[in-house]
């Protein structure tokens, strides 16, 4: 199993900053992507930003250019540095990876338990 948690929310003025963190631990073989995503009271869970182990990003349109996703693969970790925050940006931050264990030969999808973000005034 592969157990994600993550860290760094709370409440922050409209324009301001928060990093997040994501430390995965357990039987872990080999992680492909890991990401962040997003759900809004009321809306369905979105993409944030992937950062795959090749070095490749991807980041939802409404988060260019603000958000940086960033990995330690050495840690397992990884991290979503979000600058210009506006309230629209205020959801639960779900830490995703994409991994393999020690015990399988498939890659499965692992959910973190998720962090509050607040931006407000």
């Known amino acids: 199993q592969v157990q994600l948690v993550e860290s760094g929310g709370g409440l922050v003025q409209p324009g301001g900053s928060l990093r997040l963190t994501c430390a995965a631990s357990?039987?872990?073989?080999?992680?492909?992507?890991m990401g962040w995503y997003r759900q809004a009271p009321g809306k369905e869970r979105e993409l944030v930003a992937t950062?795959?182990?090749?070095?490749?990003?991807d980041y939802a349109a409404s988060v260019k250019g603000r958000f940086t996703i960033s990995r330690d693969n050495s840690k397992n970790t990884a991290y979503l540095q979000m600058n210009s925050l506006k309230p629209e940006d205020t959801a639960v931050y779900y830490c995703?990876?994409?991994?393999?264990?020690?015990?399988?030969?498939?890659?499965?999808?692992?959910w973190g338990q998720g962090t509050q973000v607040t931006v407000s005034s």
């Open positions: 995703n990876a994409y991994a393999q264990t020690l015990y399988t030969s498939y890659f499965e999808n692992y």
């Open positions: 950062s795959a182990t090749g070095g490749s990003t």
């Open positions: 357990g039987n872990i073989f080999r992680i492909n992507v």
